[in-house]
């Protein structure tokens, strides 16, 4: 709202995050606001510091591609902790889906129309749970399996 108060248009919208269903559901309520507001500002799409291999392109194609599917999106960057030119393959690949959907007008338009009633998407909460009591006789340490955001570190086997 300040650069709207001073008259400044000139910009984009880009959040941060590195686990997709955040950033898929961030920029989803930050897309029905600026619907809601009559903004039309444009959105620049990437999960920071996705990983390397497999791992970081899985990460950004579900992140990235989840959007572009909803129609949102007007900038891409798949970040890999590898070296930048091994980012240019899924960035095309994904720009070729979006560009793809775009000429087949699979969509038409980035916010649907419908109400949402089945769940609340203005509020975005973890899940609470707890990992069983850890005993002495138990051969795996189960209390370092869980990063802080609550995904798994390591298989448990």
Not at 48 to 75: N, V
Not at 97 to 120: G, L
Request: contains cysteine; proline residues 4%.
């Amino acid at each position: 709202e300040m650069c709207r108060k001073h008259d400044y248009h000139n910009f984009l919208f880009s959040m941060k995050a590195s686990n997709p269903k955040i950033m898929v559901q961030a920029y989803r309520l930050l897309a029905a606001e600026m619907y809601a507001v009559g903004w039309d500002y444009p959105l620049h799409l990437g999960v920071t510091e996705a990983g390397e291999g497999e791992d970081g392109r899985m990460k950004s194609a579900i992140g990235i591609g989840t959007l572009l599917q909803d129609g949102l999106g007007d900038t891409i960057r798949v970040s890999l902790t590898e070296d930048p030119w091994y980012e240019l393959d899924p960035c095309r690949k994904l720009k070729g889906i979006a560009d793809t959907q775009r000429e087949n007008k699979i969509w038409t338009q980035a916010v649907p129309t419908w109400k949402e009633t089945t769940r609340d998407f203005q509020t975005f909460t973890q899940r609470q749970g707890d990992l069983p009591m850890q005993k002495e006789s138990d051969a795996l340490d189960m209390r370092n399996v869980l990063h802080r955001d609550r995904s798994v570190l390591q298989a448990i086997t």
